[in-house]
């Protein structure tokens, strides 16, 4: 079961990637921790990354393609993969047809989480983090007992300057464009489902087990 979750930040795809990662014994992949993993494990390609990253440039994308490449050569992968914050862009996706092809595999199913904005805005401003022990919460859905204080250490609970309205919206304006694009070039190859993550997550997850069950 191969498989990429389309989504903007807000949707809840990781956290779902997560569950059907366990669910499925794949394993989940983010652009992320593709990055991570080969800097520790100390790859050649990991290092070509280490060193954009440590410059604060973004990596290239003919470098990033080439990390998921390797990632998804890992044994853990060989059974299927879920894809998360990968591709981003149009060339990323033809690249990841390319990738998958040379693999000698197919692509299952695209997952599209779709939320209103109004929706989104509210579960990312809501974010709230301790500045001491890193326990997140949530103003409305996860809400400490002291809405400034944690609960588990005591520390100053505080947003993240990404989470605050304004570059909300602005984060989800450039993601929108980048995600629409994407929805229309999977849309076209006729392998995209859409889940209403402003659901509840009981109902999110059984939207999800209908979209993978006929695989």
Partial sequence: M????????????????GVLAEEFNIPH?????????????????????????????????TLTNALV????????????FILDGFPRTLKQAEALDQ????????LDQVIYFSAPEEVLIKRLTGRRIC????????????????EEICDRCGGELIQRKDDREETVIHRLKVNRE????????????????????????????????????PR
Avoid: M, W
């Fill in 2 to 17: 191969n498989i990429i979750f389309l989504g903007l930040p807000g949707t809840g795809k990781g956290t779902q990637a």
């Fill in 131 to 146: 500045s001491d022990c890193g326990t997140p919460y949530h103003t409305e859905f996860n809400p400490p007992e002291n």
């Fill in 29 to 61: 992949i983010a652009t992320g921790d593709i990055f991570r993993q080969a800097i520790n494990q100390g790859t050649e390609l990991g290092k070509k990354a280490k060193e954009y990253l440590d410059s604060g440039e973004l990596v290239p994308d």
């Fill in 178 to 213: 980048k995600t629409d694009e994407l929805v229309s070039y999977y849309r076209n190859q006729g392998n995209i489902i859409t889940i209403q993550a402003d659901a509840s997550l009981e109902g999110v997850k059984k939207q999800l087990k209908e979209a993978v069950a």
């Fill in 69 to 80: 490449k390797e990632r998804l050569v890992q044994p853990d992968a060989k059974k299927g």
């Fill in 99 to 106: 990738i998958i092809d040379e693999l000698n595999r197919s």
